[in-house]
C-alpha cells in the first residue's frame, strides 16, 4: 500500500474517534423516537448521516483544490512540520480536556453551542434539518478535524489521479463509519440508553485511542515525509 493512502485510511480512522458526530446523533435519536415511528427515525439518522459524510467530502476536496493552488500540489518538509505539531499538539489537547470532568460524555464545546446543537437536534423534523443537522455537527468538531483534512488532503494529490476520488470518498466513509454502525446497532435493537452507559463507561479508552491516533499520524509524518524526504 502507498504510504498515502494509508495516511488517508489512518486519517480516516483517527477522525471516526471523535465524539460530537455521534452525540449528535444520538440526541437526533433521542428527540425523534419520542416523536415519530422508527421508520421516520430512520430516515432522519439516514440525511444527518449523509449531511456529516458530505460535508467532510467536500471539506477534504476544498482542502484539495488550496493546496494545489499554494503549495504547487505538496506540502514542503517545513510545512509538515508544523502540521507535525499541530498533530501533537492535538493529541495531548484530548487526552487533557476533550471530555469535560465527570460521569457524563459532555464534550469540551462552550456551552452556548452545545445547547444550540442541542435544540437543533430536538426540533430536528424534516430530512432537510437533519441533513443540516449533520454538517453543524461537522463544522462544529472543526477545531480537531480540520488538520486531519489537511493532512488527508495533502496525500491525496501524491496518488494517481485515478485514485484521488477514490481516496476523498474513503476517507468521508471512514469519517461516518460510527455513525453507519450506531444506526445498525439501533435497528437490531440496542436502546440511545444502552450505547449512551457504553460511551460513558469507554470514554476514557476512547480519549485514550483519539489521542493516541493523533500521535502516531504525527509520527508517521515525521518518518515517511519529513525524515524521509
Known sequence: MKPEMFTVILAGLVHATLQLGVGTLLLLYHASLGK?????TRELVTNYILGNGLLTAMAVAAACFGIFVT????MNPAMLTIVVGILLALAVSIWAFYYRLGKSTELWLPKSISRYIN?????TESNTEAFGLGMLACFAEVPFTLILIVVTANSILGLPQAL???????YAILSVLPLIVLRIAARKGQTVVDIQKWRISNKNFIRIISGTGFAVLAAFL???KILGA
Do not use: M, P, S
Open 222 to 224: 515525521l518518518v515517511f
Open 71 to 74: 503549495c504547487n500540489g505538496e
Open 36 to 40: 415519530h415511528i422508527k421508520k421516520r
Open 164 to 170: 484521488q476520488i477514490l481516496a476523498v470518498a474513503l
Open 119 to 123: 435544540r437543533r437536534a430536538k426540533l
